[in-house]
């Protein structure tokens, strides 16, 4: 299974943009697509997952703000990401949750001036 992203760079304070993961490879049964970051420094953390039937789960400090959806048909899932702030500046990783098995993106860079 492989992960490919798109989206994310440089962007102005209150801006948006979007991200895009498309999975691909042998793929029975995705339970959940989303995304995590990682600021250097800092831990990773969760920024959106969505489940197959759409259930949605989103840290703390984008409620609001992003929004996640997938297409399940194509196995690609999309954020929205709207109000961007510098602290939203990171790596975000792409994360699949399919057949019992985790797989990451290798990540792709959103840094938000102010």
């Known amino acids: 299974v492989q992960l490919a992203e798109s989206g994310g760079g440089l962007v102005q304070a209150g801006g948006s943009a979007r991200l895009s993961c498309a999975a691909s490879g042998h793929i029975f049964n995705i339970g959940a697509m989303g995304w995590y970051r990682q600021a250097p420094g800092k831990q990773r953390e969760l920024v959106a997952l969505?489940?197959?039937?759409?259930?949605?789960t989103y840290g703390e400090s984008v409620k609001g703000r992003f929004t996640i959806s997938i297409d399940i048909s194509i196995y690609t899932a999309h954020l929205e990401m709207n109000g961007l702030k510098p602290e939203d500046t990171a790596v975000y990783y792409c994360?699949?949750?399919?057949?019992?098995?985790?797989?990451w993106g290798q990540g792709t860079q959103v840094a938000v001036s102010s």
């Open positions: 969505i489940g197959r039937a759409g259930t949605t």
């Open positions: 994360y699949l949750w399919a057949d019992e098995i985790g797989t």
